[in-house]
């Protein structure tokens, strides 16, 4: 009875743990989106979701980077206590936490305001602040790029051939919308692809964090 007791309060925390790693991207978009629509100047085809932390409401984007990393992160540590030994069991969860921290320094040290928004705001100009952001960012999809190859690896080990593919479809199309992006392609069609491809590898954490769940 003593046995069983302890194994489910210990479960619990774990439990917690994984559900704030699977609604930590949920969350992230419901209120960058509805931002997104209701601020003056917000354009998603011209600004990148990081941009909202600027203006006089820019509060609530540091607030929601903060959350959201920590979120992440705990549902991270869940995932290191959950998953068998195998491939990938050390490193997903260590690259998942990663971007967890990066989201932390990108409230931190926000965007630069440009390109109209916040309203009057002129050409966009990289600062010492910025220029931090971004570097944050880069770490961060990166190391939630690599995850997908790490989780793709212990997938197709297991046989899950299906979560494979999910895995890799989702790294290659968020690594190359990023990449395009991150070369100064400003067009409307390549930030209206990375704010879906971020979409998609966030949602790929909630799939994996849930799965693991389970």
Do not use: C
Not at 83 to 89: C, Q, V
Not at 98 to 117: C, E, W, Y
Not at 146 to 159: D, I, K, L, N
């Amino acid at each position: 009875m003593t046995i069983t007791a302890t194994r489910t309060q210990l479960a619990v925390p774990t439990r917690a743990l994984l559900a704030g790693g699977a609604i930590s991207g949920p969350l992230y978009f419901l209120i960058s989106l509805t931002q997104a629509a209701v601020r003056d100047g917000f354009d998603l085809t011209k600004h990148p979701a990081s941009m909202l932390s600027n203006g006089d409401a820019g509060w609530i984007q540091v607030t929601n980077f903060l959350v959201s990393g920590v979120l992440l992160i705990a549902g991270a540590i869940g995932l290191s206590r959950v998953l068998e030994p195998g491939r990938g069991s050390v490193w997903g969860p260590r690259l998942l936490g990663l971007f967890g921290v990066s989201l932390l320094f990108a409230a931190v040290f926000k965007a630069d305001p440009g390109n109209g928004f916040p309203v009057g705001a002129g050409p966009a100009t990289l600062s010492t602040t910025g220029t931090l952001h971004m570097a944050a960012g880069s770490v961060g999809f990166l190391s939630l790029i690599v995850a997908t190859f790490v989780f793709a690896s212990r997938f197709s080990r297991e046989g899950h051939r299906g979560w494979a593919v999910y895995s890799r479809v989702t790294g290659i199309a968020f690594f190359a919308a990023f990449a395009v992006m991150s070369s100064g392609n400003a067009a409307a069609v390549v930030m209206l692809a990375f704010w879906a491809t971020v979409m998609l590898a966030w949602g790929w954490v909630t799939a994996v964090v849930i799965r693991s769940a389970r």
